[in-house]
């Protein structure tokens, strides 16, 4: 069984700061990484994906992928009150998805 | 535009009468889910289609079975609900894994439907 494993928070930041968000997950030969926004009562939404180690930007988000270390993160630059979600990270392998059970951020105004 | 279609949006079932659950996708996906999620819970893989290829998760109770009459199309059915059953169930579709670089090796959901078991 793949584990994949984030804190479930709740991750608490002012409006305005970086919110940064952590996965770790159990399969060394895991190929691609992903992570989903959910709010309460909707269905995933991806935010971004990763493959390669380092970072990866997308406006105000920035992925960071550690093969070596096995884990992957998200930054949310400049957190607004609507970031306020669940995130999900998932690991591909072949054709299955591998869930963490999500961080929840609260972003106060 | 909707690419990942899920009706109804919330279902309502009384104890033990049989519900089937929808999905329809634009992307011509040869990959379809379907998991189960609970609140604060990881999305459950419940199995998956590669084209006609049926795939069960250990895990999966036999009262969850699903069709994939099409490429576009994948159904779920639950046999006999119980009040665990309820639950938001999550459609989704992706391309083969081979192209792991590629926006194509995304996965897309549905909206989700809510299903309540009275």
């Known amino acids: 069984q793949k584990e994949v494993e984030q804190n479930s928070g709740p991750l608490s930041v002012p409006e305005g700061a970086i919110a940064s968000l952590n996965c770790t997950y159990s399969?060394?030969?895991?190929?691609?990484f992903f992570w989903y926004r959910q709010y309460s009562g909707k269905s995933p939404e991806l935010i971004m994906f990763?493959?390669?180690?380092g970072d990866k930007e997308d406006g105000r988000f920035t992925a960071q992928l550690n093969k070596a270390s096995q884990y992957v993160s998200l930054l949310i630059r400049d957190s607004q009150p609507s970031d306020s979600a669940t995130y999900l990270c998932?690991?591909?392998?072949?054709?299955?998805?591998?869930f963490g059970s999500g961080t929840k951020l609260n972003v106060k105004p | 535009d909707a690419m990942v279609i899920q009706n109804p949006r919330y279902q309502v079932t009384q104890f033990g009468k049989p519900v089937t659950l929808s999905c329809s996708q634009t992307l011509n996906h040869n990959v379809m889910y379907w998991y189960q999620q609970k609140s604060s819970q990881a999305p459950k893989l419940l199995f998956h289609y590669y084209d006609k290829d049926f795939n069960n998760e250990a895990d999966t109770p036999d009262n969850f079975q699903s069709r994939r009459p099409n490429t576009s199309f994948c159904f779920l059915d639950i046999r006999s609900p119980g009040l665990g059953d309820a639950a938001m169930y999550l459609c989704?579709?992706?391309?083969?894994?081979?192209?792991?670089?590629?926006?194509?090796?995304?996965?897309?959901f549905g909206a989700g439907t809510r299903l309540s078991v009275l």
């Open positions: 989704a579709t992706s391309s083969g894994p081979e192209n792991y670089q590629l926006a194509k090796n995304i996965q897309y």
């Open positions: 998932a690991v591909r392998d072949f054709n299955k998805f591998y």
């Open positions: 990763i493959y390669s180690n």
């Open positions: 399969d060394r030969g895991s190929q691609s």
